[in-house]
């Protein structure tokens, strides 16, 4: 349906107004520049149609409010939050947009003195969304859209010498909006830089280069093409590297296009591993523009894509813009510092998702080396749920501003090494327009890959993408044709909402595995929380949190990167599992390990091997090996110089090794870790004490309470409830209630879809314990106490028979041995359970944690790659990992003692086998109830988790499930530890003795 009036931001025929032609952004450029960045005055309206009668005019808007750009609006008062990740907040109307159209005026005088305007003046946008119009001195100058691209106007005609007046009208809404569906906040306004620049008559207007290579790899093959603003300019050129020269002339030329191509040969080739740049230097009597270029050659060979005729592996993450209290506006040092992290993780690859970053951004990818796919500011996913996915996308009307989309993202960035694919969009189903964009990229660069997961067929793109493709499925395109047989990238998977992901190694190993498969990118970077302080409260918001409804709520909190920019163990775990370096042990040769180079282009030279034996926490041997050359792609195997060394009784030995980069990098100085592993040596030699006999236990039981005591212990159990109540010795309580058996975790994000069957359906949170009965003798030095129960959960047939057996010596040594057999008298059951385990409270003034087990940081069975077993201390506290959402966090896996203590006495903890271990100053009700950090409610008791098996985590948000082996199914259990009381400082010792 046609309107009688079509308003400018609901009209996609237009692409913009005014708007020049996209163009490179030079990477040095001596003409000035006035950075019109920082205070506007600001006035916010209901709707364009609202506007206050000659807003454009100067002299008007003193009154208005300030406001600093670049930002958002909805993050300075105005407007308001709201997060969707699919839908669209209105109707699906295309192009039109709700009358109600938040609108800012924005306002800014400019001081131009009498030299400026002897030359040109463009006014560039570096990101506006989503459309806007601009008016100079009262004159209307343009309009454009594109919420991630800049806009340039040439505004020379309008400026004059002393103060200039510039308004910029800006609508949340436009036509422009149905293609910028992506998943994040809906914010508005002048985000991304503003800025003049005073522009020569004759000035250099954009450069294109391209530096490929020969078939031998080794020579260049260089071309540019110049385009002036004026004919006849007198241009010199050099092509440098590292300051020297290795290509230059000068020509004058007629026209206004300059074509020059030049063979280099030796040159230093770009990769992601070896960002070699060249500086293409151009100029003219008044002007000199630098632009870096690499040569580096990408192509599909024999059904793979590689760089410099290497086929390589995408180690990638998926990058939005985000900062916690500016939302999608960002600093450099802050993409710098994001830069630097993802180098530092063994990130190699980055996706722009979903939109093209800042200029600056890929300066910064070129120069640390990382492989780009730059994507288009386009998707519509809303369309998919109205069942009508391609509507726009299908309908030639929109084909300008799709392919608009798409060529502006390739005249910016083109000369850019760093990216290696151009994407044309996300989640926009597929259809004519899409081919269009293709065939336009192609006809301006067809030097790199395309690529759209959209394009479901690989009708034209380059590459066959697919997002949280199960194992299953990702096997099958592996080993078989599926839909073609282009080489495969995987541009979403690994989704990294609150924690987890889990099993990334099995990912990993497949597209190590399979030569179709060539790696993919995390989703995603960031959670993107909004920084909040109400009272003592700082926290994160999410969806929801400021009344937006719809919306996906914490669906954002996705990232392997906190808010704060804490590495999440998400981001441990992958940065272990892409390390470009395998080491494994040889069996029956504890000297002997295999190291595998899984760079594709760098030989292992560059690193260095710190090695090191140790007993438990103590260092036995180490060394170091820095003659390591191993080429990429191979492998070899090292021998340790290992000599014999005397054997603690009791103890337990590693092989720790650090792999550490040899020199300093940009991102790193030397000596920076790249990889960790640990070998068990298992060479345990076992020496038995026999338990110091003490006074006589004496057994007391009055109203439901057997007590068992002498001078070291006092045990107490309730008859009635058939569970340990109370374990210490005198006055004070070490423990303070249970063990309880217990199947349930505070669900995980990446549990939503068995959490509604686990609580409403299994009532897994519901347990109850029946006692069965509670017996009791004395032996010899010791009194054993025998409990039998029955553990199920409310209207359930499936359960537990369990004993309990406690042996309370009169040393004071407690042992409980535990033993659970699975009964099902029914046939409802849950297909797994979080966990089977038991629970018991401690008292809470035992704040200080030490463990032997995997450590330092949390660990589940399908994401441990970041720890190893030794002995660690920390607190309570400091146990937790503080996700936005909070969730079942800090386990600590193969957990073989453990210890709570008060600073001068401690409870020790040993276990016969080892035990998966939580320790937390809050119960799972009140971490499942509660949405954000501060809402968690303290306990009374340190709760203690002692787990036989606890289910992986998996990615199952958007994405696998945890592996079969990784998931607690119903079965019999047994497990079994020791209690002691013990001093501050003997833990350690203490733990290694060994009783009959
Ligand atoms: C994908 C999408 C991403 C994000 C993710 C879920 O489908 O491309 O933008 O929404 O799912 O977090
Ligand atoms: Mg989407």
């Known amino acids: 349906m046609a309107r009688k009036t079509v308003k400018r931001w609901e009209n996609h025929q237009i692409t913009g107004i005014g708007r020049r032609e996209a163009r490179t952004a030079f990477y040095k450029d001596s003409q000035s520049r006035i950075s019109l960045n920082g205070e506007w005055k600001f006035k916010y309206i209901d709707a364009p149609e609202l506007s206050p009668e000659g807003f454009e005019k100067p002299g008007v808007g003193n009154e208005w409010d300030n406001i600093d750009v670049p930002s958002v609006w909805q993050l300075r008062g105005y407007d308001k939050m709201h997060y969707t990740d699919v839908l669209y ?27 400026w305007v002897q030359k040109d003046t463009i006014l560039k946008f570096h990101g506006v969304d989503s459309a806007f119009d601009v008016w100079v001195n009262g004159n209307y100058v343009g309009f454009s859209k594109v919420s991630r691209l800049p806009s340039e106007f040439d505004i020379t005609e309008f400026v004059k010498s002393g103060e200039n007046d510039v308004t910029v009208r800006v609508y949340k809404w436009s036509d422009g909006t149905y293609l910028e569906d992506q998943d994040m906040w809906w914010l508005s306004g002048i985000y991304r830089d503003v800025e003049l620049i005073n522009e020569e008559k004759n000035a250099v207007l954009d450069v294109q280069i391209d530096g490929s290579l020969d078939d031998s790899y080794t020579n260049g093959l260089f071309t540019s093409k110049i ?54 230097t151009i100029s003219t009597d008044t002007q000199e523009v630098t632009v870096r270029c690499g040569f580096r050659r990408i192509e599909i060979k024999d059904k793979n894509f590689c760089v410099n005729g290497q086929v390589i592996l995408l180690n990638g993450v998926n990058h939005h813009d985000y900062n916690p209290k500016e939302g999608r506006t960002v600093t450099r040092e802050q993409m710098e510092d994001d830069i630097r992290l993802m180098k530092q993780y063994n990130i190699n690859a980055v996706r722009c998702s979903h939109y093209p970053a800042n200029e600056y951004f890929y300066d910064l990818c070129d120069e640390y080396g990382l492989y780009v796919i730059n994507e288009a500011d386009l998707e519509c996913h809303g369309f998919e749920w109205v069942e009508n996915y391609t509507w726009i996308t299908d309908d030639e009307s929109w084909k300008n501003v799709y392919v608009d989309r798409s060529v502006r993202m390739v005249k910016r960035d083109r000369n850019h090494p760093s990216i290696i694919m151009w994407s044309m969009g996300n989640e926009s189903a597929f259809g004519c327009n899409f081919r269009s964009a293709a065939q336009a990229i192609r006809e301006l660069d067809d030097t790199r890959l395309i690529h759209y997961e959209g394009d479901f067929e690989a009708e034209v793109t380059d590459v066959y993408s697919t997002m ?33 992901p889990g099993g990334l190694k099995a990912y990993q190993d497949m597209y190590r595995k399979y030569k179709r498969l060539q790696g993919g990118f995390l989703w995603e970077w960031y959670d993107h929380g909004i920084h909040t302080v109400e009272g003592d409260n700082e926290y994160y918001k999410y969806g929801g949190n400021y009344g937006d409804f719809p919306t996906n709520g914490n669906f954002c909190i996705d990232g392997i990167l906190m808010p704060d920019r804490t590495p999440s163990p998400g981001m441990e775990e992958y940065k272990q599992i892409i390390a470009p370096i395998e080491i494994t042990p040889i069996a029956g040769n504890i000297k002997k390990i295999k190291i595998e180079n899984y760079y594709d282009f760098l030989n292992l030279s560059t690193v260095i091997i710190n090695w090191e034996i140790k007993a438990e926490n103590e260092s036995v041997q180490k060394g170091i090996i820095d003659d390591l050359s191993v080429s990429p792609h191979d492998s070899c195997v090292l021998e340790l110089p290992i000599t014999p060394f005397e054997m603690l009784i ?27 592993l640990q070998i068990p040596l298992n060479i345990r030699r076992d020496e038995f004490v026999v338990r110091e006999k003490d006074d006589k236990l004496m057994i007391n039981e009055v109203q439901g309470v057997l007590s068992i005591t002498n ?101 004071g040594q407690m042992k409980v041995e535990i033993q659970g057999r699975a009964v099902q008298r029914g046939k409802l059951e849950p297909p797994f359970l979080p966990r089977i385990g038991i629970v018991m409270k401690g008292n809470q003034n035992l ?79 009140s971490l499942e109830k509660a949405q954000h950090p501060f809402e968690i409610e303290k306990s009374n008791d340190v709760i203690i988790h002692l787990d036989y098996r606890h289910s992986g985590l998996g990615s199952n948000s958007c994405g696998e499930e945890q592996l079969e082996e990784n998931k607690v199914k119903l079965q019999d259990f047994s497990m079994a530890f020791t209690f002691s009381i013990v001093k501050n400082g003997t833990e350690i010792n203490e733990a290694r003795k060994q009783y009959i």
């Open 227 to 280: 385009k002036m603003k004026q004919a006849g300019t007198n241009i010199k050129w050099k092509l440098s590297y590292k300051g020297e020269a290795v290509f230059e002339g000068e020509a004058s030329f007629k026209d206004k296009e300059i074509y020059i191509s030049a063979d280099i040969p030796s040159v230093h080739t770009w990769t992601a591993e070896t960002p070699e740049l060249y500086d293409f």
């Open 711 to 811: 001078k070291n212990v006092t045990a107490k159990f309730s008859t009635v409830y058939g569970k340990l109540i109370s374990f210490g010795k005198g006055e004070t309580e070490y423990i303070t209630d249970g063990p309880r058996m217990n199947v349930y975790r505070a669900t995980i994000d990446n549990d939503m879809y068995k959490k509604d069957d686990w609580m409403n359906k299994y009532f897994i949170q519901k347990p109850v314990e029946e006692t069965e009965y509670v017996d009791f003798e004395e032996a010899e030095d010791k009194v054993i106490v025998k409990i039998g129960t029955f553990f199920s959960c409310y209207n359930q047939s499936w359960g537990f028979e369990c004993v309990y057996v406690y042996e309370i010596y009169s040393c």
């Open 89 to 115: 907040p209105f109707p699906i109307n295309p192009p039109y947009v709700p009358d109600e159209n938040p609108t800012g005026i924005y306002k800014k005088i400019v001081n131009l003195d009498d030299q």
């Open 847 to 925: 704040q200080n944690t030490m463990w032997y087990g995997m450590g330092p940081g949390e660990s589940y069975i399908d994401s441990n790659a970041a720890s190893v077993m030794g002995i660690y201390e920390s607190t309570i506290d400091e146990m937790m990992t503080n996700y936005v959402f909070p969730q079942e966090n800090g386990h600590r896996e193969n957990v073989k003692w453990f210890s709570i203590g008060d600073g001068e006495n401690g409870l020790l903890c040993r276990m016969e086998n080892k035990l998966g271990l939580n320790l937390a100053n809050y119960t799972d009700e």
């Open 468 to 500: 949280y493709t199960r194992l299953k499925g990702l096997k099958e395109i592996a080993e078989y044709e599926v839909k073609g047989d282009k080489p495969h990238v995987m541009c979403e998977y690994g989704h990294a909402m609150g924690n987890g």
């Open 650 to 676: 009791n103890t337990d030995y590693y092989l720790n090794v650090l792999v550490c980069q040899k020199e300093d990098r940009k991102y790193a100085s030397s000596g920076h870790e790249i990889k960790k």
